[in-house]
């Protein structure tokens, strides 16, 4: 009798596997020629390269949404975009609960890594409040979206407006209504508009454990988890911060030409809010100062909460390298937060791994395209789409459909793994090895 060869996948090779699953499967779609409106079929790497930035919630595209895929095209990508959003693991979980299949330990930790959960216990009272508070969040999104929407664009305003709001919320970046890649710039003094935006990428980027958390605590601060806490301070001191520091830089921008000071900063709150891994945009980025451009890569690359729907190292990552670093430079033994609690130093070498990672990433990309590129004066623009696709932003300076087939195939790469994430890869198609029971002496180098 054969015996059955079962493949044996952990956690972290599922997740990753997942994404490029429903990656290659959205690019067979969008190549059908009914994907697109004149009925051609679109080259496979622009299909793979937009079903990449679609699934990975980043935004970067070689290829006008609004005016090259039909009905159907943008159908498919926006699935890609909410299955990308809410993550792979939420949809196959949510199978098992119509089929009324109990998840066993092995989908339980999958969930759990994907939503950014620590229990195991309890998934699926997550994973219902991760549909229902999507759902009334977008659907709430679009119902103030079609308020102008259905003014400017008439009937066909609620698709536009159900489309924006579920792109906003899985801090996708993908527009219909932006002609020749102008985004939202038609709305860039629309309170309504541009608040409403906001706001769906704010709860997006939080993600589903925090704002979960928040209304377990009943609002209340002390209730809250240490994480909580520390995504609500950190991500509210970055927007008010970088809001302030974008009305300073660009209070000369020609995007800003002609606007009051609420005007100017409403632009730059948006900014501030979509430069975190959303891709909107108001003001067009190939207009930013020195600083401003600055600024913006350091967002970029912060990115959101982890479990979110939002890229980047996450904001915990960088709460813990800066107190890590207070800790390392007062010569603490240990990183205290506040003064109850305190966080291992083996986090901190997790944050620091993915620092470096990321980093070197996004250097190496940029070198790599910079050499390979036919236009030898594209550094910054280079470094600008790197930054962004590794933080799955989607913001470009123009470049995305300039890029050649090597480009493109590098951007692809760092749009995945800014979604799947830098440790999950690791994990997933890392060696196992198992450590030797035997410690080598320690030794020393010299640093600082």
Known sequence: ????????????????LGYLTVILVGSVLLVLPFASKDGNSTSYLNALFVATSATCVTGLTPL??????????????????????????????????????????????????????????????????????TAIFEVAGAALLSIRFCRDYGGIGVYY????????????????????????????TDPLVSLTVCALIIMGGLGFCVWGDVIDAKCRLKRMQLN????????ALLLVLSTGLYLLFEWKNPSYSG?????????????????????FFTTDPATLSDSGYLLTLIL???????????GGIKVGTFAVLIMGMFGVFRGYRDINIGSKKRIDYSLLSQALAIFAACLM?????????????PNKDIFTEVLYECVSAMGTVGLTQGLTARLTVASRIIIIFLMYAGRVGILTLA?????????????KPIDTLLIG
């Not at 759990?112 to 991760?130: D, F, H, N, V």
């Not at 909580?228 to 991500?235: G, P």
């Not at 190496?364 to 050499?371: F, G, H, N, R």
Request: charged share 15%; aromatic share 12%.
């Open 1 to 16: 009798m054969k015996k059955k060869i079962r493949l044996k996948l952990s956690v972290w090779q599922f997740l990753a």
């Open 64 to 133: 006008d949404t609004g005016a090259h895929w039909s009905l159907f095209g943008q159908l498919v990508i926006l699935i890609l975009i909410q299955t990308g959003g809410l993550g792979f693991m939420s949809f196959v979980s949510s199978i098992f609960l119509m089929f009324r299949h109990k998840m066993g330990l092995y989908e339980r930790k999958a969930l759990m890594s994907a939503a950014g959960s620590k229990k195991y216990e309890g998934l699926t009272p997550l994973l219902k409040r991760i549909f229902i508070g």
């Open 161 to 188: 407006a159900l489309w924006h709001s579920v792109s906003a919320f899985c801090n996708a970046g993908f527009d219909l209504v932006g002609i020749g890649g102008t985004s939202l710039s038609a709305y860039a």
């Open 228 to 235: 909580t806490k520390v995504v609500l301070f950190v991500s």
């Open 259 to 279: 606007y009051n000071f609420w005007q100017k900063l409403l632009c730059s709150f948006f900014n501030a809010t979509t430069t975190r891994t959303a891709g």
């Open 300 to 310: 970029m690359f912060i990115g959101g909460s982890s479990g979110s729907t939002a």
């Open 361 to 373: 990433m996004v250097l190496l990309s940029t070198l790599v395209i910079c050499a390979i590129e």
């Open 427 to 439: 994990l997933a198609f890392g060696e196992k090895r198992t450590p030797s029971g035997v410690r």
